[in-house]
């Protein structure tokens, strides 16, 4: 049975007061029309159409692909006008599962659930309770049978008495959702068309109307204001920290904690407070990660210690750092830095596009960019590689166990033989063979009995 997934995200979001169209506010770093994307992909939808309006142009850009097709309704005249806009992309036949593309956090087990339920011939509600229904449009029913969704606005007294509530979120036998909404009408206080009005009509047409309720608030919020956004970031990013303690992560504080993106982690992992977490992170058994540190697209390996407020972004090509190694504090990390085994990286210590081999130092205020660094290679305070020349990057090739003392330029295309020693204040062009000892800096000048000038009187 062919399945249609809608996600109606035409509307203005006034309340976000922001040029970003309201769908692709950030939630946990993704769009929040992707979370309802991503949470549903797995139901394996034939069609997956999203509805688009207010910013039609910046949404269809932030999330074509994936075979998501998109509807246009301008101007929007509600819910039920939204869904008349899809009936010609409905695939025949099957059931149709409508979302909204401000409510991200909706499950892959609910909406599986609601289409099971379903099963192509029965209209199907996402309901919920809630304490201040205000706002929301209500679940009518007689006895346990639904009969109608009727909003707010137009309620009763006695009907807004009702906390049953529908989330927004419903699957419809597609065949019948279409010649429904074929029949709707304004008439009502808001002057839209109302999708709810569907249910009245299933039930005058002896279709059977299920209320599923679900307990779980989170997964049904929407998202209106920058309150809400935040209010409901907090709530996904604890109940991302409690899975992972749940996996055993130790997290000093799961309040402040944040991740925005896939965090794997092995046994005896420790995240210190105020941490985030971009992208793909992996950390190995035992890795430690100290407080104030931000962490995107980085393998870890085990026992790693990343001291406190380091900064690590692998961006697109991503980062390693090896087993064991020492990273911080106030060290920085850039695409392309890859570490072996028991690295140390000290504080304000920049690495991009150098590959260090284990045991390798650099422990104070330096830059390593584009660099090929051998094994227990000690890298002094406040030397840089300059491998840029104003037009082109080159490459520094620093061999085993060469000692490179403080203050010391590499201008590259340089390199430094295994075990050399590069004195202290040098600024090297030239290639160092291997063992030698390199200095390139003026020599000293004593003058004995030299007396300073003196202040005139
Ligand atoms: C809707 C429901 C209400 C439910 C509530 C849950 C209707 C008539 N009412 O009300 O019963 O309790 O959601 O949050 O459906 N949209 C369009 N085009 C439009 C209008 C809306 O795409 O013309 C989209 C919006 O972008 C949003 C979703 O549909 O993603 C819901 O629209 P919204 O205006 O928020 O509906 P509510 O009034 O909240
Ligand atoms: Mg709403």
Same mark, same amino acid.
């Given at each position: 049975m062919s399945l249609n997934i809608v996600v109606m995200a035409?509307?203005?979001?006034?309340?976000?007061?922001?040029?970003?169209p309201k769908v692709l506010q950030k939630l946990a770093g993704r769009a929040l029309v992707r979370h309802v994307l991503d949470n549903t992909a797995?139901? +394996?939808?034939?069609a997956r159409i999203v509805i688009t309006g207010h910013g039609a142009d910046q949404v269809e850009a932030a999330i074509a692909g994936d075979g998501i097709r998109f509807v246009r309704q301008e !101007?929007?005249?509600?819910t039920g006008h939204a869904i008349q806009q899809t009936v010609p992309a409905l695939n025949a036949g099957g059931t149709t599962l409508i979302l909204s593309g401000?409510? !991200?956090?909706?499950?892959t087990a609910t909406t599986r659930a609601l289409v099971e339920a379903c099963a192509g011939d029965k209209l199907v509600l996402l309901t919920i309770e809630y304490a201040d229904p205000t706002g929301y449009g209500r679940i009518v029913r007689e006895g346990e049978a639904v009969k109608a969704i009727v909003e707010h606005k137009d309620a009763s007294d006695e009907q807004r008495r009702i906390r049953e509530c529908y989330t927004g979120i419903m699957a419809a036998p597609t065949e019948a959702l279409k010649r429904w909404v074929g029949q709707?009408?304004?008439?009502?206080a808001q002057r839209e068309y109302y999708l709810t009005d569907i249910v009245a009509m299933a039930v005058a047409e002896g279709v059977p109307v299920v209320g599923v309720k679900t307990a779980d608030e989170t997964e049904v919020l929407g998202v209106n204001s920058p309150s809400q956004l935040a209010q409901l970031e907090r709530r996904h990013q604890l109940a991302q920290a409690e899975a992972l303690m749940t996996a055993g992560v130790r997290l000093a504080d799961p309040a402040r904690f944040d991740l925005r993106g896939t965090l794997r982690c092995g046994q005896d992992v420790e995240i210190d407070v105020n941490c985030v977490f971009e992208g793909e992170v992996t950390l190995g058994d035992g890795v430690r990660i100290g407080a104030n540190c931000v962490i995107r697209n980085v393998t870890i390996g085990a026992e790693a210690r990343i001291h406190e407020f380091t900064h690590i972004d692998g961006e697109a090509l991503g980062a390693s750092v090896g087993e064991g190694a020492l990273i911080g504090p106030f060290a920085r990390l850039r695409p392309g830095a890859q570490l072996g085994a028991e690295v140390h990286i000290g504080n304000f210590v920049e690495v991009k596009n150098s590959t260090l081999a284990k045991?390798?130092?650099?422990? +104070?205020l330096a830059y390593l960019g584009d660099a090929t660094v051998g094994e227990r290679v000690n890298y002094g305070a406040g030397s840089i590689t300059a491998n840029y020349d104003g037009a082109n990057k080159h490459r520094t090739i620093i061999g085993a166990d060469v000692h490179v003392g403080s203050n010391c330029v590499l201008v590259a295309p340089i390199t430094i033989g295994d075990g050399a020693t590069v004195g202290g204040g040098s600024t090297l062009t030239k290639d160092v063979a291997p063992g030698q000892l390199a200095v390139a800096r003026g020599r000293q000048i004593v003058i004995s009995g030299w007396s300073r000038p003196q202040k005139k009187k």
């Open positions: 035409a509307g203005k979001g006034t309340r976000m007061k922001s040029r970003l797995a139901l +394996h939808a034939d !101007p929007q005249l509600g401000d409510t !991200p956090l909706i499950s709707l009408n304004n008439d009502n045991g390798a130092k650099a422990n +104070h």
